[in-house]
Every structure is written in structure tokens, then in C-alpha cells.
């Protein structure tokens, strides 16, 4: 039997390299033997500082980035969390029970609660990812270890549902992304890629121009010393480069540090940049070919089919609750 999996993504800022080496890349390999529901969680993104204008365009945009990486809207499930209610209806649902402890002691909360103060949204964050995760009573998770905690407290949540109120939900196992996990920021390599980086160089978009693209590779920081080497602890620069290098490329990073061992730095920078932009060409393409009102139309027709399996999640929770 295929197993089903769900994953989401916060449509907050531009897709970058990051998100593609890191999430989307094995979100489209993994539609060959799973069953595959994602999901744009706007919902989510909501929890820190936005514009409305800004949400209902990055919402879409989202998902036509995911489209253009290789998920397959023929293959898979992919809508706007938004738009299935049912999400939030079954996180009321699983919520009441949920005690302030464990949440208040999630990392991701602490980090961002500190910077942007304690606030409801933070601090529910988990409890509408557990609800994410088990309206579609999938069996596995694809995230990335930053998220093995909310995972957990949504093991913990399923489970006590089911000792509660009798079998309901699969208990959801994590799935560690294959490919190229890590990527670091050009500027900071000992820093994960991230949107929120104030310094533009430091993070290479998907859609960016080649140019732009090429730039920002070129002035990449490096280590000391000259030696092109594969070691994270004293090389996290040249690390990162060569983790990209391999992705785009193709070629494994040994045969990488076989060619450019004991060529300057700057060639290698170079060649990365090309191979990059030559990696994501046709994606860029993919993307520029999807009409906008195509792309509405596949999100809403899933959104339609995602909240009729919602539904009869929230049926059976309610019927093993008394509320039905
Ligand atoms: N919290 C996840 C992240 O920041 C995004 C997310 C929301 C998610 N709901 C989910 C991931 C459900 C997996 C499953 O990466």
C-alpha cells in the first residue's frame, strides 16, 4: 500500500534556494511512491508580520512555485490551507485538551516569541500543524529536524485522542528529505538559508535573474586558506558551495573536489553560479508557462477535494466526541 504523506510550506517571502534543496526537490520525488497531499499554510504565515496585499499574491504564488518544481497536480493534492476550513475546526477540536506546558516549551515559540512577543498565534502554531498533519490521517511527514518537536506533540496529540475516544488517527512517522538537506547562507555558511536574512546576498532565489544569480555566487563568502575541501567544520563556506554544486550538477562531491581541489576559489564560485543557473532554467520556465487563472482553478478544485476528506475526518472526530 502507497503510504500518505503531508507536508506544508509558509508562503512568506520568495522561494529560495533553501526551500528547493531542502523541501520542494523531495517533495516532488516522493509523488512516485507515496500518495502526496501539500499544502500552502497561509494560516500559519499569518503568525508573523504581513500584508494583506502581499499574502493574497505570495498564497498563489506559493503554489505555483511548488507546480513549477515538479509537483504534479494530476498526481497529488495541493491547495491553500486557507481554504479548507476544517484545518482550524479540527484544531479546536484536538486543542481543548492541549495543556500550556509542552507548547509554551516548543523552541520555535521561545525563538519567536522572544523577538516578536507571546502571542496566541505563536503559541497555537503546533496545534494547527498537529490538525494539518491529522485531517488527512496520513502515516508520514516530511520535514526538516526543525520540526521534529511539532511532530512529536502531534504524535502525543493523536495518540491521547485515540486512548480518549477510540482509534482514529494514524500516528504520523517523520520522513527525513533525502536530498541535499543543508544550505547555508553565502554570507554566513554557518547560518542556515533563510527569508528573513537582512542581507540580500546572503540567499539566491529560485525565480531570480541570472545575472542577480551569478552575483551574489561570485560574493559568496569563503574560508580562509585556498585548499577546495569538503569539510564543514573547517570549511563551511566552501562546504556549502560544493553541496550546491552537487544538486545542480548532478555529479557527486568527491568527483567535484577531484576537478576543482587545486583550482582557485573563485573559479569554483563561478562555476556554482552557472551551474545554478542553469539548474533552475527550467523551472523558471515551468513557472512562466502556468497562467495564473489555470493555477486558481487547480487550487480551488483540490481545495473542493481536500475539504471533502476533511470533512470526513471532522465526522468522525465529532461522532467519537459526542458532538454528532
Ligand atoms: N511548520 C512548518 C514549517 O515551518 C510548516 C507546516 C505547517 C507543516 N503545517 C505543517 C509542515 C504540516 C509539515 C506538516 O516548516
Known sequence: M????????QPTGIVHLGNLMGALTNWAAMQDDHDCIYCVVDLHAITAPFEPEEMRAARTDLAKAIMAVGVDPD?????????????????????????????????????????????????????LQAADILIH??????????QTQHLEL??????????????????????TPPVGARVSSLQDPTAKMSKSDPNPHAMVGVFEDPDAIMKKFKRAVTDSGSEVRYDW??????????????????????????????????????????AVVEGLRPIRERYEALADDEVEEILSSHAARAREMAQSTIEDVKQAMGLA
Open 233 to 274: 567544520d573547517e570549511k563551511p563556506g566552501i562546504s556549502n558551495l560544493l553541496e550546491i554544486f552537487s544538486f545542480f550538477d548532478g555529479r557527486s562531491i568527491d568527483d567535484l573536489v577531484a576537478e576543482y581541489g587545486d583550482q582557485m576559489y573563485g573559479h569554483l564560485k563561478v562555476a556554482v553560479g552557472e
Open 154 to 175: 502531534t504524535r502525543d496529540i493523536a495518540e491521547r485522542f485515540n486512548n480518549r475516544y477510540g482509534e482514529t488517527f494514524p500516528i504520523p512517522d517523520r520522513i
Open 75 to 127: 498526481r497529488s493534492l495541493l491547495y491553500r490551507q486557507a481554504d479548507v476550513p476544517e484545518h482550524v475546526e479540527l484544531m479546536w477540536l484536538l486543542g481543548v485538551d492541549a495543556t500550556m506546558g509542552p507548547l509554551g516549551r516548543m523552541t520555535q515559540y521561545k525563538e519567536k516569541s522572544d523577538k516578536a512577543g507571546e502571542r496566541f498565534g505563536l503559541f497555537a502554531y503546533p496545534l
Open 2 to 9: 502507497r503510504q500518505r504523506v503531508f507536508s506544508g510550506m
Open 137 to 146: 490521517r496520513v502515516h508520514a511527514v516530511p520535514v526538516g529536524d526543525d
